[in-house]
């Protein structure tokens, strides 16, 4: 990609010097007891239960961990300390990339919006190392990137990019730029009022057809990053040869089809939230083939 010297992002905030950690050892997927406990004690014995947790979690000041073990929180209480940041010259020039990329799909966006007589809401970028805490709550790195609604930010650990070149088989700058220009599609959901329209659905529906609807979402955020590089191709002569190509290796290594014949040697299409291989490839091509943002209607497609 012909990416350096090309301006940057002022909506970048770095948090790696920060350390996100977990008061009282219970972590983002802590241990939740409350059923188990309903299921030995009962009704009254469970009420009894939460009765003393409460009493005790005031008494010690170690409440909302405490219910959160419980599963009576939303999220485990965390705690925030700096440390000296350290990045070696690669991981500066990195952050720099991000920055440019995310630069890029600010301009792509915005124009499309002005075309609509629409002002784009620009989102938030925030970088960080091994866990963060967000609106949606504490995240490890573990998930990958991800985007949150709820302050509409996006939110990367650069370490990602180390996986997917080396785990999941897909180097090169423009398949890390195609995970922030899905992170960005996200965003463009949630101006749109597609996020909230599936969430209130997804609510409503078993776990496969919820799943369904997750996949639909995840795939129209490949169209939309593909619209980016339509424009970013077109407009800025920003992509170089073999670019696209790299961003295909990526949306295919990501393909919940591959993920799930690595991890369990079988595949599970009920359990998809995100899409197979060759449709996160697909949709990625619809975007850049057409930059036309009525393409990525996803839903209208079974």
């Not at 967000?134 to 490890?140: E, F, P, W």
């Not at 609510?203 to 129209?220: D, F, G, M, P, Y």
Request: some cysteine; charged content about 20%; glycine content about 8%.
């Amino acid at each position: 990609m012909r990416w350096k010297g090309r301006p940057k992002s002022s909506n970048i905030e770095d948090k790696r010097a920060m350390r996100t950690s977990t008061a009282g050892g219970v972590g983002r997927d802590g241990l939740r007891l409350l059923p188990l406990v309903f299921r030995f004690l009962g009704f009254k014995g469970t009420l009894l239960v939460i009765v003393c947790v409460v009493a005790y979690g005031l008494f010690t000041g170690n409440l909302d961990n405490m219910l959160y073990a419980l599963g009576l929180g939303d999220s485990p209480p965390t705690s925030v300390s700096t440390e000296t940041l350290n990045q070696t010259p690669q991981e500066k020039e990195l952050v720099e990339f991000v920055s440019v990329i995310l630069a890029d799909t600010e301009q792509t966006w915005s124009s499309i919006f002005q075309e609509n007589d629409e002002q784009y809401q620009e989102p938030r970028l925030v970088l960080f190392r091994g866990a963060v805490r967000s609106a949606c709550g504490t995240a490890q790195s573990a998930i990958g990137p991800f985007y949150c609604p709820a302050d509409q930010q996006i939110y990367l650990d650069l370490n990602f990019f180390d996986q997917l070149k080396n785990r999941f088989k897909a180097p090169g700058d423009f398949a890390q730029a195609y995970v922030i220009a899905h992170e960005v599609g996200h965003h463009i959901q949630t101006l749109m009022g597609i996020s909230e329209k599936v969430h209130t659905a997804r609510s409503r529906l078993n776990e496969k057809e919820a799943n369904k609807l997750s996949v639909k979402q995840e795939l129209q955020a490949d169209c939309f990053a593909g619209i980016w590089a339509n424009h970013a191709n077109d407009q800025r002569q920003l992509l170089e040869t073999g670019d696209i190509e790299e961003g295909l290796r990526a949306a295919s290594a990501i393909g919940d089809d591959t993920l799930q014949k690595k991890s369990q040697g079988y595949v599970s299409p009920d359990s998809f939230t995100h899409g197979s291989s060759q449709q996160r490839m697909q949709w990625f091509k619809t975007g850049f083939e057409t930059g036309d943002i009525a393409r990525c209607n996803t839903f209208a497609n079974s």
